[in-house]
């Protein structure tokens, strides 16, 4: 089994491609991008066709995609992070809503997108599962269920399914049922990244690897091969965030961690009954998400180690042999058919978490900086809806874009350290005990609630 490098998306495409040339020396443009993700890259593509007479340059300090963008599970989700009270209390109910219908909508504009210029992202639109493994999943999403209804969505966007009606669609060990949607995608996450990579420098767009951006300034990104002088900075940088000066505690760099399994023989996939390409998740505090690949493999990814003390990234991708074992019984745990195969790699890479779990973009014009992240593992459409956002924010063009209630926000900063690095630890070691216990006991967890409420989760 490999670990760590970039990840299995970037070794089944033969590994990253070549570097790009860095920025040659000190530069001017319209628009300076710091960071060559998706949320980069979307705001890249967007500005370019709406005004293609914009210099646009793209600042990548590794290369591109080599952050959350080609190590994540692939799961293209209509659905965003932080609970609805918070952006209810910006746009009211009819905000968050028009927020949700937009995510929604978001997926279908990347496979718009997708389909438009030819991408062969293995994309398949065939919604998202959340499986309940006992009661207490149960009950929490019944419980989901409702508040979605309550905020104005639909059977048709979010329902319950019996665990016969679940086992039709796949059969997860001692499933209790689950809940569907219908608004998520899986992705080959990297054949997406390389795709939108090449649309952006076919528009005219220099992406410079090998460039690090020590500190946004007002209208200047500043890096050791120059300074880029702009009318506007783009601070899409998410989980790396805290490595620019003065933003230390913006974001932290929590981390996630994948494995993969080899091709399952036919007679495996039989016995597991996942004919569809459904994403999936179990419903736990401290839970697990999964794909089928277009070659016929499992993903399965969670937490691990969550953070690094000073909100520390570890590049190459290393995973702790526990962390693989964890997530390996877990695949086994749902789907004992696997007890026999093998898990071919391992990665790890690093997400951007708000202090209040939202997310959120915005522009300042007086100093030329804009921003958008916090998607907490969410990003891959996020990121899209993203870039459309800032393009709207700086050509200066109002539209429903720029008026949903996650525009504008400025999340408090995270606590100091040591603070920081306890308080994480501690929420996702309770999270786990609040775990066990619902898996002895069939019923929900106060433990689980307590840290949900006390974290700023719920």
């Given amino acids: 089994m490999r670990t760590g490098e970039l990840g299995f998306w970037w070794r089944s495409l033969g590994g990253a491609p070549g570097p790009r040339a860095p920025l040659p020396g000190p530069t001017e443009a319209d628009v300076a991008i ?19 007479s914009l210099r646009v340059v793209v600042l990548e300090r590794e290369v591109a995609g080599f952050g959350a963008s080609g190590r994540n599970g692939g799961w293209v989700s209509g659905f965003f992070s932080g609970p609805s009270r918070v952006y209810e209390r910006r746009g009211g109910r009819d905000g968050f809503l028009a ?8 997926v ?21 599962l959340s499986v309940a493994l006992n009661g207490a999943q149960r009950q929490r999403q019944r419980e989901e269920v409702s508040h979605a209804r309550r905020l104005g969505l639909d059977e048709h966007d979010l329902r319950e399914l019996s665990a016969e009606l679940l086992a039709a669609r796949v059969r997860v060990a001692g499933a209790r049922g689950a809940t569907f949607s219908p608004h998520v995608a899986r992705v080959h996450p990297v054949k997406l990244l390389l795709g939108l990579a090449a649309l952006v420098e076919a528009l005219g767009v220099p992406i410079y690897e090998d460039t690090a951006v020590t500190e946004i300034a ?11 002088a702009a009318r506007w900075v783009v601070r899409a940088t998410e989980g790396y965030t805290a490595d620019l000066r003065g933003l230390k505690r913006a974001l932290v760099p929590m981390n ?20 569809g390409r459904e994403v999936l998740g179990d419903g736990a505090h401290a839970y697990v998400y999964l794909q089928r690949t277009e070659d016929g493999r499992i993903a399965i990814g969670g937490r691990g180690v969550p953070y690094r ?32 195969v093998a898990v071919e790699h391992a990665w790890s890479g690093v997400l951007g978490v708000p202090r209040d ?21 969410e990003g891959v459409a996020a990121a899209n809806l993203a870039g459309r956002t800032i393009r709207d924010l700086i050509i200066e063009q109002p539209s429903p874009l720029t008026r949903l209630p996650w525009v504008g926000r400025h999340p408090a ?46």
Avoid at 218 to 228: E, N, Q, S
Avoid at 364 to 369: A, C, N, Q, S, V
Wanted: charged share 25%; hydrophobic share 40%; with cysteine.
């Fill in 218 to 228: 007002p209208h200047r990104a500043l890096t050791r091969r120059g300074a880029v």
């Fill in 256 to 275: 996630s961690s994948m494995i993969i399994t080899e091709p399952l023989a036919p007679a495996v996939w039989e016995q597991i009954g996942w004919s």
């Fill in 34 to 52: 710091v960071g060559a993700g998706y949320t980069g890259l979307w705001s890249a593509y967007y500005l370019k066709r709406a005004q293609p």
């Fill in 108 to 128: 279908d504009e990347v496979a718009r997108v997708i389909a438009e210029h030819g991408i062969e992202a293995d994309l398949v639109k065939d919604g998202h």
């Fill in 99 to 106: 927020m949700q219908r937009t995510m929604f909508e978001t």
């Fill in 357 to 377: 779990w939202c997310i959120s973009v915005d522009a300042d014009p007086d100093r030329g900086i804009a921003w958008a992240g916090g998607y907490v593992g």
């Fill in 309 to 340: 003390f000073a909100s520390r990234t570890d590049g190459r991708g290393e995973t702790a042999p526990a962390t693989v074992e964890s997530l390996r019984a877990k695949l086994h745990s749902m789907f004992p058919a696997t007890a026999e």
């Fill in 413 to 458: 900063r995270w606590e100091p350290e040591p603070l920081r690095w306890a308080a994480i630890h501690g929420v996702y070691s309770l999270y786990r005990r609040a775990d066990r216990r619902e898996q002895r006991s069939d019923r929900p967890s106060l433990l689980g609630r307590l840290v949900d409420a006390a974290s700023g989760r719920t």
